[in-house]
Each structure stands twice: as C-alpha cells, then as structure tokens.
C-alpha cells in the first residue's frame, strides 16, 4: 500500500473518544501540517494543550460543544452527514491555549494543525460566515467551503477548505502542485485530504506525482481514508455513480495558496 494513503485506524484513547486518525511530524513526511480525525459519543470528551501548534477544530458530523480557556461554544455543527453539503462550524485555536471538545450527540470531529508561535484570538468560524465556491465546467465541476482561506487573516499557518465532486467529475484538477517557496509564482504548502464517498461503499482515484516521477502514486481512497501529499500534483477523479467530499488542510511558511498547474494539463482550462 501506498506511504501516503492511510486507512482509518481507531483507537479508543477513553470512553466514547476514538481517534480515528492521527497524521503528525512524527509518524509522516510532513512538516507544516498536522491531523486527526476524533469520534466522540454524546458526553464524551477530548482535550488538549497545545505547544507550538494553531488548530482549527471542524464539527465534521453530529453536535459539539468546545471551549478553548475560558470561553465556551455550544452546540456546534450543523449536519449529520456531510453529504447534507451544507457548510458546518469551525473555531480557530490558537498556539499555547487548552481546548476541550465534548460530544453533544454523536459526532465526528477534525483537528487541523500547523506550526504557530505568535498568538492570535480564538475565533468561531459560523456556518453562515463560510463562503460557498462552485468552480470549474464540463466533467470538472466540484464546490468548496473556505472555511479558513488565505483571504481570512485569523491564523498564522493553517488553510482549510471542504470540497464537494459530484459523480463522473474531477476535482485538484487540472492537476496543480503548491511545492515551492517561489513566489508570486508558487508557494510551499503541504496538504492532507480527508475523503467521504456518497454512498459509502464508493472510491475515488487520487494521483500524487512530481514532474520529474520520483513520485508518482495512484491511490484507490476508499470511505474515510486519508491521503498525505508532501509535494506534487494531487488531482481526484470520481466514478459515476458516487460523490466525493474531502476535507483539505494546508500549511507551509507562507500563509498564501498560490499554485501552479501542471503545463501538459493546463489546456483543460481553456476549453
Ligand atoms: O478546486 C479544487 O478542485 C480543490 C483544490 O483546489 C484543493 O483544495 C487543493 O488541491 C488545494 O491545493
């Protein structure tokens, strides 16, 4: 199997808390970016101090309450599947700051790390306040919720988006890469994609590959797996008959998302 494709793997660290993925500096070859992906049942709780680390904490599924310090999120999370497309809540951790997530129902929850040393205030990223993005045409058609683009100045490292594909469409597609600190050309960022299919029994196809194919790996991502690109292209291709969320997290020394698409392909955008 692939070093950049990781089934999930659940643990349980306490009652009701299962971690289901765990990507770290340690256990990956990336640098900039960190992830979990935590279950908790109704009451169940997983806290946290953070060291030199931000963390954006997604109520991927179900309701939660949060507090980060002394301030306190209830009932977040807007959606029992993601499937519902509907955008959900957020907040915003900054580095060196407690945080505890407690399960209201039963819930699915993302951590989403990078580096940060300069503290920022903790913010609660509304549903509402997520803005809603269809772009490409013809068979690469998908929509994305920016839920901490490089538009939005409240982190120091992390970007994270959802984007929905439908059946037969492909998305990161023309394939792009964002592997070099060459701006305003490029920028260096290292990314995780966690993928849902609709129904669940789908897959989709996620290629990871280098220019000059010291990388280049085909992965068949199944429900719930996550795939790690330390550099590359990434695009996804989904079948007919399924459809595909993942959600993207990035970082890298630069907070900007400029990348730069693969030439062979780029003619795809001028049709
Ligand atoms: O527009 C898309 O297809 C989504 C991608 O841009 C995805 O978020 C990504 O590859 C980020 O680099």
Not at 228 to 257: E, F
Request: charged share 25%.
């Amino acid at each position: 199997m692939s070093h950049l494709l990781r089934k999930p793997n659940k643990k349980e660290i306490e009652k009701g808390v299962i971690v289901v993925h765990e990507v770290t500096s340690e256990n990956s070859p990336l640098e900039y970016v960190g992830f979990k992906v935590i279950d908790l049942d109704p009451n169940a709780k997983y806290s946290e101090l953070l060291g030199n680390q931000e963390c954006c904490i997604v109520a991927l599924t179900g309701k939660i309450n949060v507090s980060v310090g002394d301030e306190n999120f209830e009932n977040l999370g807007t959606r029992e599947s993601v499937f519902e497309k509907i955008p959900t809540d957020s907040v915003y951790v900054s580095n060196q700051r407690h945080f505890e997530v407690e399960g209201v129902t039963k819930a699915r929850v993302a951590l989403c790390y990078s580096p940060s040393e300069r503290q920022l205030p903790t913010k609660w990223i509304k549903a509402e306040n997520v803005g809603i993005e269809h772009r490409g045409i013809l068979n690469n058609k998908r929509f994305v919720h920016n839920i901490l683009p490089d538009s939005d100045p409240s982190a120091n490292s992390l970007l994270v988006v959802e984007v929905f594909t439908e059946s037969g469409n492909w998305s990161s597609y023309p394939p792009h890469k964002h592997d070099r600190d060459n701006l305003p050309n490029e920028s260096l960022l290292e990314e995780t994609y966690y993928h849902e299919m609709d129904p669940p029994q789908g897959f989709v196809f996620q290629r990871v590959y280098t220019d000059d194919r010291s990388l280049d790996e085909t992965m068949t991502v199944e429900n719930g797996d996550v795939v790690i690109v330390p550099k590359g292209y990434h695009p996804v291709g989904v079948p007919d008959g399924y459809t595909s969320y993942y959600l993207n997290v990035m970082a890298g020394p630069k907070r900007i998302w400029k990348f730069y698409n693969d030439p062979d392909h780029e003619w795809i955008l001028k049709r």
